[in-house]
Every structure is written in C-alpha cells, then in structure tokens.
C-alpha cells in the first residue's frame, strides 16, 4: 500500500532564507518548523525534503557540506522528537535545464517511486509558486507558504482537497 507524505522546501520554508544556507551556523529554524515536522511524524506522514541547491554547482561549497549541514538538521530534530525521512536536492543551476530542478517535478517523482508514496494523500509546503509547480506537476496538492508558525500550516494540509492536476 502507498504511503502518505508531507514534502517541505528547505530554504524559505524550514529555514529562514539567508541565501545559500550550507553551514550549521547560518541554520535558522522557521518558527514551528521542528513542530510542523514532528506532527506530521506523530501523523504517519513521511517527511521529505525537496531543495534546489544551486550553490554547488556554483562552487560556493560542496556535496560534503550539504551533507554535513543535513546532519546537524537531523540531529537537532531528534532532539526535538522529530525527523526527516528522506531529503533530495537539485545541485544544478538553472540553465542546466536537468529535469530535478524546481518548477520541473523530478525530485518529487523521484521520491514517489524510491518511497512508494501516494500522490492523492501527499501534499507539498513551498515558499515559492516554482514549489507549487513542481507539486501541480507531480500531481500532489501544494500549498504556498507566506510566512509565521509553519506548524498550523502542516496541520491543515491534511483536510484541503487535493487538486486535479488534469482539471
């Protein structure tokens, strides 16, 4: 049987938006990111993380520092009761034209298949319309993140209808 999951940005989203964000000590949580996390944990939602990183392809750090940057997320949100189940990230620029960068879905669709996840019980939280695109595209439900307490957010995501990606 598919599974559900709540996918999140990073930058702008779970983290105050500092620009090319690769060291623990630029991490900013969101007010109510870690909550929004853990409640869609305690939910039965996997959590997953879908992030352009074109800082790497333009050199400003490396694969080894986004993966040293997302252990420290993880460990910070074990200690609050929280986790991430998967995270993918988009390492090119835009004029790479790769099918994984945000709007385009395949980071998304790559989840879908390596998670088994349900596109109709899945929705996405992005700061950004190219978030919602790239959601729309995948055919799951996006919602446009504004700003203040993340954790509300999270929670009424489960009860909007998910749109028809065809309507």
């Known amino acids: 049987m598919s599974r559900k999951a709540a996918f999140f940005d990073r930058d702008g989203v779970l983290n105050v938006d500092h620009g090319y964000v690769f060291k623990p000590e630029q ?7 870690k909550e929004a996390i853990r409640w869609c944990n305690e939910n039965r939602y996997l959590v997953v993380v879908i992030t352009n990183q074109s800082g790497i392809g333009r ?3 490396t694969e080894k520092d986004l993966e040293k940057l997302h252990g420290f997320i993880q460990e910070d949100l074990k200690n609050a009761g929280a986790r991430i189940d998967a995270i993918y990230h988009c390492p090119h620029l835009p004029e790479d034209n790769c099918s994984c ?3 385009l879905p395949g980071m998304i669709l790559q989840a879908i298949r390596d998670l088994d996840l349900d596109p109709a019980r899945s929705f ?3 700061d950004n319309p190219t978030d919602i695109e790239a959601a729309q595209a995948a055919g799951i439900k996006g919602v446009l993140y504004s700003g203040g307490d993340l954790e509300p957010v999270a ?3 489960n ?3 998910v749109p028809d990606p065809n309507a």
């Open 155 to 157: 929670r009424g995501c």
């Open 59 to 61: 050199g400003y750090y």
């Open 27 to 33: 991490w900013e949580w969101q007010e109510g990111a």
């Open 124 to 126: 996405l939280i992005g």
């Open 101 to 103: 960068r945000k709007p």
């Open 159 to 161: 009860r909007a209808p």
